[in-house]
């Protein structure tokens, strides 16, 4: 059933991009099927203890695995990850206007998403796991930019995917540590572990959570993330990907309770993101960030009680986290629908929508309380059994922690209240709009996320089965929790009765307060501008190395060549040096140094091309004196076409070389004796200390057996080292390849060329001075 | 303007043609066990058709051809005796009795090497393709001052337009 539904969904995403351009909006309805497939089983599956896997080896030797593990955690998310996804598909039906283009390309991309994500929550093997979140990355870049014409969405996208794929990478490398040190690759099978090792992965692991689920500072990316389409922004940035970091947090923080940093590093991230998410939702005016910064710091809130780490707040951070999803879907839908249809999201622009959209007040109002935390409401248990989680810590902890979730929490009712105010109140300044007509397709998923936060609360019961048997595949002592819909005059009803009163006072209060617009987004920009500075950093290094000068890049191969030697020149035995194997060889390697020197003295650019090819020729004598005619024949062949090919080449430059300058023939000097220096070195030291007997005999064996061939030489190009020919030869296809692209290129004018890479760059590089082209 | 001013150079490259072509076929067919083999016969072939440019007989064309098809032949053989359970570049010995030429002992390996022969044979085009060869033949030797003319007029390969 895994496979099955995975195979459903890529088969979708395969389809939708040409099938999407025929059928148009309604390519949506397909992109709803497999969502609700696999929502739907997930349902069944809810609260059951059974555990489905699947999986298969990836890489053996590396212990490296594809596994998928559907417990009752696994089930309870895909419900959450599919079920919203399923109904952000119909809303979008309502939401973009028929005639909007490339819904095939929008529904693929959703599609394609909501795979990744039903495999981060189905994955048992961290590596499966890291997959899909990378994937999950990539995934909501594409949907954050996807007005790809918005400069701004797409400044946003690529701010959002810096600092997810950032996270990304500090993922990998806390995985890499934690599977070292907790010897297992699966989540099924984490103990805790402790030492250093351990304590680098947690802190690499919740870094990464922390950027995936927008947690201070890294929380900027999100609020940007609201440029995408509001459906998306309902089910990536509220319910799915954002939820991707707090899952994880989840699911491995068994392994990190011994170590000393998790819960103090985790608990900072998630404190500091529920206050200052809170400040961020009551400075702004556009609804929609209003919902961003809020749910930021729900993260916040839910990072936190995760990390306490006691079973009691992570059976609340778990039914927070589903309440959560819930409400803010709706909220985004809402707020969706109100952008549609009266065409502002400012909350100082709105007013009275209660009597003109009726259906969608009462969703906002019954989704807006549940995240306030009021009754009868699932928010409400849930809340209160993070603040009862939280009060019943002990010492400076206690103080600490319950303090500022307490604060937290009358900022959201805060900034709910004004939120909900500013929009639907008929107090304020009457819009000057007319409200278009509503579409049902963007209003029934908003009522069915809405009736289910009042179904939680009356079917409580079943609630809390399913919650705590997710909670208890973390945290095993978390059997004896459960959520109340009337919990009596306990501590935590009196706390969150005080905070819902203080923060309905302090919203109302804020809410006509004028701001003339939002706050100037600071971090962003920094992590824009750190962006976009690594760009140029990486052009200037890129122009100094890449300076296209020719000669230098020669002079910088020569000194890398020449430092590789210099290990091998104590290595140099003298005693196993010897002149020559026969004095022919004495005879040609004269004619060789002769000619070479003879090549520098020569004017003439026709003359160099020749002697260089006497050069070659002198070099195929020794083959000769050596009886290697494979190689002799291979050195003339490609001697003459070197030599036939510089005749070519030289037609397009003057007949004689430019006169050089004294400097010039120094540094040539230099670099030539060091390059003959280092290569001769090197040979030297290697003959001195052969290691083994010489293959030879080997090879000429096998040749005659396995090749079938009596050249050895041509048995071991064709049969016993084909894989290494058949690798040059690829490099010779690449070469040819660079090659045609370089002179198409050139031949089309059209196309701007940058300098130094015209062909008159040629001859202006060859002697590192400009050089008189002849007209 | 070679080839016109020097018609013994190109009657000699047109007469030199055949036999290079069937000294390469030599090459390519003894080298497995006399020297020779892919290389050689691609390099043999290269420096014909080096020649041939040069002389204007014929323009360096279909270098995308050679290279791919030779691509394609070297990656099937290398690939197919996987498919049989063999390691990858396994070679395959055939012994065939052909008349007058008697036992004629082959592989696969030789037909591996016809795939390197194509590939060299591509790269040495694309290489004279890239020095823009084929106007040599046309017109001789030009400074690259004149280099844009010829290019608006598109005759290097008709990418231009």
């Known amino acids: 059933m895994i496979w099955f539904l995975l195979a459903f969904h890529v088969v979708v995403v395969a389809a939708l991009p040409t099938v999407g351009a025929r059928i148009g909006r309604r390519a949506l309805w397909l992109a709803a099927t497999p969502m609700a497939a696999t929502a739907l089983w997930s349902i069944t599956r809810l609260g059951s203890s059974e555990v489905i896997t699947a999986g298969f080896q990836w890489v053996p030797g590396l212990d490296v695995a594809f596994e998928f593990r559907v417990d009752a955690m696994a089930s309870l998310l895909s419900v959450l990850v599919s079920g919203i996804g399923a109904l952000v598909c119909v809303y979008s039906v309502g939401y973009f206007s028929s005639s909007a283009a490339s819904m095939g390309r929008f529904a693929a991309t959703l599609v394609a998403f909501s795979t990744a994500m039903v495999g981060l929550v189905w994955a048992d093997s961290v590596w499966t796991l890291f997959i899909f979140w990378e994937l999950t990355s990539v995934t909501s870049f594409l949907l954050v930019g996807f007005k790809h014409s918005d400069p701004v969405a797409r400044i946003a996208a690529r701010r959002a995917l810096f600092i997810t794929a950032a996270g990304g990478l500090s993922l990998l490398a806390g995985f890499v540590l934690f599977v070292d040190a907790a010897s297992t690759a699966r989540l099924s099978e984490i103990t805790p572990i402790s030492g250093s090792t351990a304590t680098a992965a947690a ?17 900027v990316w999100l609020p940007g993330a609201m440029a995408a389409p509001t459906p998306i922004s309902a089910y990536l940035h509220s319910a799915t990907m954002v939820k991707a970091g707090v899952i994880l947090v989840a699911v491995i923080a068994p392994a990190f309770q011994d170590t000393d940093v998790w819960k103090p590093l985790g608990l900072s991230f998630g404190l500091a993101t ?24 729900q993260l916040g809130f839910l990072f936190a009680l995760l990390a306490i780490g006691t079973p009691k707040a992570t059976f609340a951070a778990i039914s927070v986290l589903v309440a959560h999803a819930v409400f803010k879907a709706a909220l985004f839908m809402v707020v969706g629908e109100v952008d549609a249809r009266t065409g502002t999201r400012n909350i100082n622009e709105l007013s009275g929508l209660r009597s003109a959209m009726p259906i969608t007040f009462a969703v906002a109002v019954i989704s807006g309380a549940s995240m306030a935390g009021v009754p009868p409401l699932l928010g409400f248990p849930t809340k209160e059994a993070a603040i009862e989680a939280a009060i019943g810590l002990s010492g400076t902890e206690r103080l600490v922690v319950a303090g ?19 929009m639907f109140a008929a107090d304020g300044p009457m819009p000057d709009r007319t409200v278009a007509p509503r579409r049902r397709a963007m209003s029934a998923p908003q009522v069915i996320l809405a009736a289910a936060s009042v179904a939680g609360f009356v079917a409580i019961g079943w609630v809390t089965g399913v919650v705590r048997s997710a909670a208890v595949t973390v945290a095993p002592d978390a059997e004896v929790y459960s959520l109340y819909r009337w919990p009596g005059l306990t501590d935590a009803f009196i706390t969150s009765a005080v905070i819902v009163a203080i923060g309905l006072v302090v919203g109302v209060l804020l809410t006509r307060r004028h701001v003339a617009s939002g706050p100037v987004a600071r971090g962003a920009a920094n992590v824009d501008r750190g962006i976009d500075g690594t760009g140029r950093l990486a052009q200037r290094v890129a122009g100094r190395v890449q300076h296209g000068s020719l000669p230098l890049y020669l002079a910088t191969t020569v000194i890398v060549v020449c430092a590789a030697a210099v290990p091998f020149a104590g290595e140099i035995d003298t005693a196993t040096l010897y002149w020559w194997d026969n004095r022919v060889e004495a005879v040609v390697a004269v004619m060789i140094v002769a000619v070479a020197l003879a090549a520098t003295q020569v004017r003439s650019r026709l003359g ?9 020729f002198s070099v195929a004598g020794l083959f000769v004196a050596n009886g290697a005619p494979d190689l002799v024949l291979t050195q003339l062949l490609v001697e003459t076409v070197v030599v036939v090919g510089f005749v070519v080449g030289l037609g397009r430059l003057a007949t004689k070389f430019p006169s050089p300058t004294r400097l010039w023939v120094v540094g040539r000097v230099l670099i030539a004796g060091a390059m003959g220096t280092a290569v001769a070195v090197a040979l030297a030291g290697s003959a001195a200390s052969p290691t083994g007997e010489a293959p030879v005999r080997e090879l000429a064996e096998t040749a005659q057996t396995e090749g079938g061939g009596k050249n050895v030489v041509n048995v071991i190009l064709t049969d016993t080292r084909a894989l290494d020919t058949l690798g040059e030869v690829i490099v010779l296809m690449v070469v040819a390849v660079g090659i045609l692209t370089l002179s198409t290129r050139r031949n089309r004018t059209d196309l701007p060329v ?17 050089e008189e082209v002849p007209q | 303007m070679i080839s016109r001013i020097s018609p013994i150079v190109s009657l000699a490259v047109r007469a030199v043609t055949p036999i290079a072509l069937v000294v390469a076929a030599y090459a390519l067919f003894a080298g497995h066990n006399q020297p020779g083999g892919g290389f050689a016969a691609g390099l043999m072939l290269g420096a014909i058709i080096v020649l041939r440019t040069v002389a204007g007989i014929q323009q360096p064309r279909h270098a995308p051809v050679w290279l791919s098809v030779g691509g394609v032949v070297a990656g099937i053989v290398a690939i197919a005796p996987m498919l049989w359970g063999e390691p990858l570049l396994d070679q395959v010995v055939v012994t065939w009795d052909v008349p007058i030429l008697g036992d004629v002992k082959t592989g696969s390996a030789l037909l591996f090497d016809l795939g390197v022969v194509a590939i060299v044979v591509g790269l040495v085009i694309s290489l004279l393709d890239g020095l823009d060869a084929a106007s040599l033949g046309d017109r001789g030797h030009r400074p690259i001052a004149a280099d844009v003319a ?6 290097s390969d008709g990418a231009s337009t």
Do not use: C, N
Request: aromatic share 6%; charged share 10%; no cysteine.
């Open chain 1, 274 to 297: 529920m206050v200052w998410g809170g400040i961020g939702a009551l400075r702004h005016v556009d609804a929609k960030l209003i919902l961003a910064w809020g749910t930021v710091s």
């Open chain 2, 150 to 155: 010829s290019i608006e007029t598109g005759s």
């Open chain 1, 608 to 616: 160099a091309a020749l002697v260089l090819g006497a050069v070659g």
């Open chain 1, 203 to 219: 802190i690499l692991i919740l870094v990464a959570a922390a950027t995936k689920s927008a947690q201070f500072p890294f929380h």
């Open chain 1, 404 to 422: 500022l979730i307490i604060f937290g929490s009358i900022l959201t009712v805060a900034y709910t209240t004004r939120l909900l105010i500013g």
């Open chain 1, 754 to 770: 940058p300098a130094g890479e015209t062909s008159a760059g040629l001859a202006l590089v060859e002697t590192g001075r400009v």
